[in-house]
């Protein structure tokens, strides 16, 4: 490693040979860690879905079921023969509705089935009482990735005019005529932009509190005249509902002037159009490359995803948790398993001691975060269920009448019958929102729990052969990183049972906003070659990556064999990544977390003991200043 490049930028002396060797795959935007063990665990899977093909032996039902789609989604001979045919009923249906007295009548089965409408219902924890569930309204995403593309023009009209040319080829491989597939469009990108001046940018979506706002019965009814919400959510629960929590007041605000006969026409090029986009995939390899073009090019990837992994993928997705679960059970291990188990327990014992002696905090907040703490579920490696929908969906293959378009109806109906049967009534806390083969780790604000799935339990971040100090680098931080979550800037504003509650004393909560806006301070207009970080966007993540990272220190400093060194360089290991220019500055526009290089090098910057152990002094690039340290918890 470069001495001299530790004190100019850790990132790139720990990750020197990686950066300069590491190949961005083709299909990807980025390769990174993350990335990295992905593939490995793609590779695993995809080799273990033509090994059950073959010999399907031992198989549950829900894995035979798997094999069963996996079968028709590669069967890529069968959808070219198949053509557009399965999705004509969709475009029918579309194309038939002539007002939106039409529309209401068909919008319960068209959200039922997953279509395209511009605005959307969901059953969700509520935020004032975790033990229920109540339904939620939101509006359709934009075109384009946030509100602020469309802030300057000349981003905007670059960004359309690559809309407009992707979804030209769509439409006229689905047999629109140049004309026709214009009209579809202006109109199309006309709706959009009555939809972008009441949409919630990223860093006003990052701040989820302020995405519950209960509306009343009555009141939502007075501002939907030209539609008829009330009714349709009652539609969809079964019941008379008394309230919607609105994501977007701005939306239901403006509602009666957005969703209106006046902007029929524009509203119906626009579910044309957004429906057609989504379903693509279902069809063609043609329509499914063409489909994503305009993503690809977002993203700066080179090119599509090839035709089998893309199959994989469409019949995976679908039952993602039943697959992981068998990567989790077959790949992880109960010893491992015990051991993390173990170091969570540990790392949970550390950050009780960080509140217990904490200098800013009065006692009663001390207490109550303590409580909150030990209240604490944890998940490690994979689930104790799966979702129930699953034991009701049965795949029928071609030969049996079906098709993927008829299939994805199907799914879509499953899944939100009992999303919508949810409906005031307790949550399920066992059912995991990822399945154990996914390279992450989330915490729950509403259940209070803290999930790490098998997949990301493996060598940079978590090894059974790598020493203690590497592992609380990698898996340590991100363990604690997740904790840490439950006292960032939204987790902090709910209680042991995961109800929005104001469990602090005035002044400590003062206090916190104050930390809060000094984190915002420390990483706002940092440069990282592909533009400046937004503090405010990613202040939740930075809080909990600070945390996190002191956290994981104390408790590799507890050991025996603790290794400073080993510690700080797995923790700038594991952030290693490569974008390509356009997916680094869209994930600076949308992306909640701070860039893989700022997340390596400023949180390190914002520790003494890393100051203290490389000897920095005022003069090095690393260096930072002891007013300047951000210390939270």
Same mark, same amino acid.
């Given at each position: ?22 190949? *961005? ?5 980025? !390769?990174?860690?993350?990335? %990295? $063990?992905? =593939?490995?665990?793609?590779?695993? +899977? /995809? ?42 009923? *969709? ?5 038939? !509705?002539?007002?939106?007295? %039409? $529309?209401? =009548?068909?919008?319960?089965?068209? +959200? /039922? ?57 769509? =439409? ?462």
């Amino acid at each position: 490693m470069n001495k001299e490049l530790i004190k100019k930028n850790y990132y790139e002396a720990v990750n020197q040979e990686w950066l300069s060797k590491a190949e *961005i795959p083709g299909d990807q935007p980025q !390769i990174s860690v993350f990335l %990295e $063990l992905h =593939l490995d665990i793609e590779k695993t +899977l /995809m080799d273990l879905a033509d090994k059950w093909e073959q010999d399907p032996t031992g198989l549950d039902k829900n894995l035979l079921k798997f094999v069963k789609l996996h079968k028709m989604t590669k069967d890529f001979e069968t959808r070219a023969k198949l053509g557009t045919e399965p999705i004509k009923p *969709i475009i029918n249906k579309i194309n038939n !509705i002539n007002s939106l007295k %039409e $529309l209401e =009548l068909l919008a319960k089965e068209m +959200l /039922m089935e997953n279509y395209d409408l511009p605005f959307g219902f969901q059953v969700m924890q509520d935020f004032m009482n975790s033990n229920n569930q109540v339904l939620y309204f939101g509006e359709a995403d934009l075109f384009l990735p946030d509100k602020s593309y469309y802030e300057n023009k000349e981003m905007k009209d670059q960004l359309l005019g690559m809309f407009r040319m992707t979804t030209m080829q769509i =439409l006229k491989l689905y047999g629109y005529s140049d004309e026709a597939a214009q009209e579809i469009i202006t109109k199309a990108l006309a709706f959009d932009e009555l939809l972008v001046l009441v949409a919630k940018s990223s860093v006003e979506k990052a701040d989820y509190v302020k995405m519950y706002n209960p509306v009343s019965r009555k009141e939502v009814y007075e501002k939907s005249k030209t539609f008829d919400l009330m009714a349709l959510a009652d539609s969809l629960v079964q019941t008379e509902v008394d309230k919607l929590i609105v994501f977007n007041p701005n939306f239901l605000e403006k509602f009666n002037d957005i969703v209106c006969e006046e902007n029929f026409e524009l509203l119906k090029s626009w579910l044309i159009l957004t429906n057609l986009r989504k379903f693509a995939s279902d069809l063609t390899d043609e329509l499914r490359i063409a489909s994503g073009a305009f993503g690809r090019m977002l993203s700066g990837i080179s090119e599509a995803q090839s035709k089998e992994k893309y199959a994989f993928y469409q019949a995976y997705n679908r039952l993602a948790q039943a697959v992981g679960l068998y990567y989790g059970i077959n790949y992880f291990g109960p010893k491992a398993k015990a051991d993390v188990e173990n170091m969570v327990h540990e790392m949970i014992g550390v950050y009780r001691d960080r509140i217990k002696n904490n200098a800013w905090l009065q006692p009663e907040t001390k207490s109550k975060a303590i409580t909150k703490l030990d209240a604490m579920t944890i998940h490690v490696g994979y689930p104790e269920e799966l979702p129930s929908y699953y034991d009701l969906y049965e795949v029928e293959s071609y030969e049996e009448g079906s098709n993927l378009i008829l299939e994805t109806l199907k799914f879509a109906r499953l899944t939100n019958k009992d999303n919508f049967s949810k409906y005031q009534k307790e949550p399920n806390r066992k059912i995991w929102g990822m399945p154990a083969s996914m390279v992450n780790a989330y915490y729950n604000p509403f259940n209070n729990q803290i999930v790490f799935p098998a997949a990301i339990l493996q060598r940079p971040y978590y090894s059974l052969d790598q020493s203690p100090s590497e592992n609380y680098g990698g898996i340590g931080a991100v363990m604690a990183h997740e904790i840490s979550h439950a006292f960032d800037n939204n987790g902090a504003k709910f209680d042991e049972f995961g109800s929005l509650n104001n469990w602090w004393t005035e002044e400590d909560f003062k206090s916190f906003e104050e930390k809060a806006k000094d984190m915002i301070q420390l990483f706002d207009g940092a440069e990282t070659g592909y533009g400046q970080c937004n503090g405010k966007l990613t202040v939740s993540e930075n809080i909990a990556d600070s945390s996190g990272l002191r956290c994981a220190l104390e408790a590799s400093k507890k050991h025996p064999n603790h290794n400073y060194e080993e510690f700080f360089q797995n923790w700038a290991r594991v952030w290693r990544q490569k974008s390509s220019p356009e997916f680094a500055k869209l994930l600076l526009t949308v992306d909640v977390h701070g860039p893989a290089i700022l997340r390596a090098n400023m949180q390190l910057r914002n520790l003494r003991e890393f100051q203290e152990y490389y000897q920095l002094t005022k003069d090095d690039p690393m260096y930072l200043e002891e007013e300047k340290m951000v210390e939270i918890w």
